[in-house]
């Protein structure tokens, strides 16, 4: 089942830019991935063919823009194995798709004081914020799974905090710091026997894992598109329709309603109650080219690509004098480390400079850094179009940086 890696990165026209003179090298996919030609293709024919508002339009455009966006949910199901298309609610990414979960919880009353909310010191703050903000709004309690030195989450802490009052517990499927892949299928099932809603972060997962959402058995599960090859400002939250029928609406305004009128307003049905107001259209559409593009290739394979490419990395760098990885050795997607007595950011400049783009800094992870007492490390993260050319450059730049800065 190898993939060619050399096939796929000719479909991505930005891989082939210099930057300052240098052939790019792109180890930033975490924070967002490049585009290929399916995706540009379906968005630009959407807009030169049947660009238009949709629903309730009457008119040729109308109503084929509204099949298209509704065929989108249907890819995006069958992709998850949702058991419906109505599960399917587009957000405009992760952190939108956490924020209405948790804020329809809240306005559900499901949530009062004394009840606990479970998260992890893994979590990005996106994960983390809005459920700050769900406490204090109904007095719940939010409390912290601990991490262990190798990046992996404390299972027998999980264990005692489960027998609490916890309502819900919202985790990450694999960490965007570390690369960290979280037991996410057993931690659902012990959450959901001590009587808890579970939330999976799925935003490093869906890009480099098949998913079956019917089996994993989490409530609900988010992710972005342009994490998975798709346009920014679309993203997916899966949720079970049992509880998504039983939660109200969050926004309100056009689309979400069934019946307006001054006394009283009726809410439309799922999926479309917790989409108020013009949908991404051109997003929805390029997330299911996204997701057709990547089931193509098998996302199996892209993840035996990756792993690969991941521990020819570890190894590679394991021999810099001074250097620290992050995380245990079978990471997903990302590889975090740092070198004794430089900065990340100097590091990362420097690599810059030679046409290696990382991500240095917190990931959005500040309790995490400060957990490992550092304020950031040097990510280095794949997609399916990386090669080990391009593992070999990272491994070279960051031996030369290191004696640079020496
Ligand atoms: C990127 C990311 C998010 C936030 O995604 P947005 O696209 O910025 O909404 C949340 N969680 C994890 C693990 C991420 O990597």
């Given at each position: 089942m190898a993939i060619d890696p050399y096939g796929i990165r000719?479909?991505?026209?930005?891989?082939n830019r210099k930057v300052h003179g240098n052939s790019l090298v792109y180890l930033d996919s975490a924070a967002t991935s490049q585009k290929p030609v399916a995706v540009l293709d379906a968005s630009r024919r959407y807009y030169e063919e049947i660009n238009s508002n949709i629903h309730?339009?009457?008119?040729h455009l109308a109503q084929a823009a509204t099949s298209a966006h509704e065929d989108a949910r249907k890819v995006v199901a069958n992709h998850l194995h949702a058991?419906?298309?109505?599960e399917i609610i587009f957000t405009a990414g992760a952190t939108d798709g956490i924020n209405l979960a948790a804020s329809a919880l809240g306005r559900s009353g499901?949530?009062?004081?004394?009840d606990e909310i479970l998260i992890s010191a893994l979590e990005h703050h996106s994960n983390i914020v809005p459920w700050q903000m769900l406490c204090e709004r109904t007095g719940a309690t939010l409390k912290i799974i601990p991490v262990n030195e190798?990046?992996?989450?404390d299972q027998e802490a999980f264990e005692r905090l489960l027998a609490?009052?916890?309502?819900v517990l919202a985790v990450t499927h694999?960490?965007?710091?570390?690369g960290t892949v979280v037991p996410v299928a057993a931690m659902t099932a012990a959450a959901k026997a001590a009587g808890a809603l579970v939330l999976i972060d799925g935003a490093q997962a869906a890009p480099h894992t098949s998913l079956d959402l019917q089996e994993l058995g989490a409530d609900f599960y988010v992710f972005s598109g342009h994490k998975v090859y798709a346009p920014t400002g679309i993203g997916v939250l899966f949720g079970r329709r049992a509880i998504l029928d039983d939660l109200p609406p969050w926004r309100g305004g056009g689309?979400?309603?069934k019946k307006v009128a001054f006394e009283k307003t009726t809410y439309n049905e799922l999926p479309f109650k917790f989409e108020a107001g013009t949908p991404h259209i051109e997003g929805a559409i390029g997330l299911a080219a996204a997701l057709e593009w990547i089931d193509g290739i098998g996302l199996p394979a892209v993840h035996e690509h990756e792993a690969a490419l991941i521990r020819h990395a570890a190894e590679a760098l394991?021999?810099?004098?001074?250097l620290h990885l992050y995380g245990p050795?079978?990471?997903?997607a990302s590889l975090s480390f740092n070198v004794d007595g430089l900065h990340h950011y100097d590091l990362g400049t420097l690599l810059d400079q030679m046409g290696i783009a990382v991500r240095t800094g917190h990931h959005c992870c500040q309790p995490l850094m400060a957990r490992f007492d550092v304020t950031g490390t040097i990510r280095a993260s794949f997609g399916v179009y990386n090669t080990a050319e391009d593992v070999d450059r990272l491994a070279e730049a960051v031996a030369k940086a290191v004696t640079m800065l020496r």
């Amino acid at each position: 089942m190898a993939i060619d890696p050399y096939g796929i990165r000719d479909q991505f026209p930005i891989l082939n830019r210099k930057v300052h003179g240098n052939s790019l090298v792109y180890l930033d996919s975490a924070a967002t991935s490049q585009k290929p030609v399916a995706v540009l293709d379906a968005s630009r024919r959407y807009y030169e063919e049947i660009n238009s508002n949709i629903h309730r339009g009457t008119h040729h455009l109308a109503q084929a823009a509204t099949s298209a966006h509704e065929d989108a949910r249907k890819v995006v199901a069958n992709h998850l194995h949702a058991a419906s298309p109505e599960e399917i609610i587009f957000t405009a990414g992760a952190t939108d798709g956490i924020n209405l979960a948790a804020s329809a919880l809240g306005r559900s009353g499901r949530i009062t004081r004394g009840d606990e909310i479970l998260i992890s010191a893994l979590e990005h703050h996106s994960n983390i914020v809005p459920w700050q903000m769900l406490c204090e709004r109904t007095g719940a309690t939010l409390k912290i799974i601990p991490v262990n030195e190798d990046g992996t989450l404390d299972q027998e802490a999980f264990e005692r905090l489960l027998a609490g009052q916890v309502r819900v517990l919202a985790v990450t499927h694999v960490s965007n710091a570390f690369g960290t892949v979280v037991p996410v299928a057993a931690m659902t099932a012990a959450a959901k026997a001590a009587g808890a809603l579970v939330l999976i972060d799925g935003a490093q997962a869906a890009p480099h894992t098949s998913l079956d959402l019917q089996e994993l058995g989490a409530d609900f599960y988010v992710f972005s598109g342009h994490k998975v090859y798709a346009p920014t400002g679309i993203g997916v939250l899966f949720g079970r329709r049992a509880i998504l029928d039983d939660l109200p609406p969050w926004r309100g305004g056009g689309e979400m309603i069934k019946k307006v009128a001054f006394e009283k307003t009726t809410y439309n049905e799922l999926p479309f109650k917790f989409e108020a107001g013009t949908p991404h259209i051109e997003g929805a559409i390029g997330l299911a080219a996204a997701l057709e593009w990547i089931d193509g290739i098998g996302l199996p394979a892209v993840h035996e690509h990756e792993a690969a490419l991941i521990r020819h990395a570890a190894e590679a760098l394991d021999s810099v004098d001074g250097l620290h990885l992050y995380g245990p050795p079978d990471r997903m997607a990302s590889l975090s480390f740092n070198v004794d007595g430089l900065h990340h950011y100097d590091l990362g400049t420097l690599l810059d400079q030679m046409g290696i783009a990382v991500r240095t800094g917190h990931h959005c992870c500040q309790p995490l850094m400060a957990r490992f007492d550092v304020t950031g490390t040097i990510r280095a993260s794949f997609g399916v179009y990386n090669t080990a050319e391009d593992v070999d450059r990272l491994a070279e730049a960051v031996a030369k940086a290191v004696t640079m800065l020496r």
